[in-house]
């Protein structure tokens, strides 16, 4: 499957990554935990992959639970 | 085999919830990988298997963000960390005469290390007065370091209260609850608990060789990380992360332990810690007024079991504690623990040094009979050894 029109949220580590996947999974926020794409540098191995449209939505629930290195676009 | 009769839960629990043998298999069968070395599924199945008992125990300890637990071997660990981190040549720390030598041997060393140490007494029955560290605040005190219950007597200490004097001084507040957490309720927030180190093999269910550290926020400053290396972030960089839980939490974890300490925690939170606590003090209770209505029989401690947690300190008189608890062992079936409990200023308080105590210490699935089985081995013993005695 193409990853190309997705999102990726990338961490600091995995464990704010799987952090960020609770807090998003509690709020029914449809995402996916994904090794990092191979073309982004990332300090950790996972990251956690998007539709575009759910951004702001995603940004808004993560603010003050779980900080977020970048986000990136594939 | 004759019956056992596990009476050494303040050493380590057991027996444990079946759940918790039951999550470990589960991790080993199914699981297995390195947690958060590499993207594939397993590993981020067991990154999240890490994330579980960082979340139960974040639940269990009223910690709103999860990542302020740092994982350890144990609580000893979790308190070298602390003390060896936080204190710099010049600074004054405080403790109790009632603490177990993992607060007091890392202390005593940085003493040797331009620390300076004040020790706040307690009363022969283990019981600490807030006042009493207070009244040793200097402007020079970085931390209190104390423990939630002796390990010794059971006697808990005022945790709340001490917290509350800390933050109004500025001074840190580190707890060893080793003897409570899982036990008793604890809150940091509401406690000012600044520094918690607990251990996950006694009253929390899991298994041995899991512990760990509650830091709050901004904390980690100041504490160097005496462990260093890999941790699946900031790979390319050849210096250690400078953020939780990664800083203190180099090399591959116990993941398989995590998974049981996980189960442990969930066994406590489903049957809430308010039945475990009732039912350990009824244990308790038991024990101390079985015990107290025997001849020869010496109870330390406060010797209410409202006031301690799940820990009976006894001598009988004329037989030495390691020969008692012996006897128990090879005619009853029963283990206890004889001496002085890692614990050498507590029995100088309680003034059992050098000889120590035996102690009993009931657990969770300890039983009623297991009580009277016990009061009367040590009725039976205390007799022979006496020619009298009761019950």
Redesign the interface.
Known sequence: MSDEGYCVLLFDSVSSTLLAERTLKKKGISHKVIPVPRQISSDCGVCIRFRPELREEIVSTLKGAVEFRDICTL | MKKITYLDNAATSWPKPESMAAAMAEFNRSVGAN??????TL??EA??T??DA??ALADLFGVSD??RIVFTKNATEALNIVISGLLKPGDHAITTSMEHNSVMRPLRFAATNGVSLSIAPCTETGELDPQAIADLITPDTRAIFMTHASNVTGTIMPVAEVGAIARERGVLLCVDASQTAGALPISVSDMHIDFLAFTGHKALLGPQGTGGLYMRKGLEEFIPSPMLGG??????FEVQ?D?M??KYEAGTPNTIGLAGLHAGARFIMDTGIGTIRQKEMALTARLIEGLDSISGVRIFGTRDASKQTAVVSLTVAGINPSQLSMMLDEQYGIMSRPGLHCAPAAHRTIRTFPEGTVRLSPGFFTTAEDIEYAVRAIARIAKKENGVGSS
Do not use: K, N, Q, Y
């Open positions: 947690p958060g070395r590499s993207g594939h590993s981020i990154a999240r890490v994330m960082r979340e999860m990542l941790t699946g972030s900031r790979s390319e992360p953020f839980p990664d």
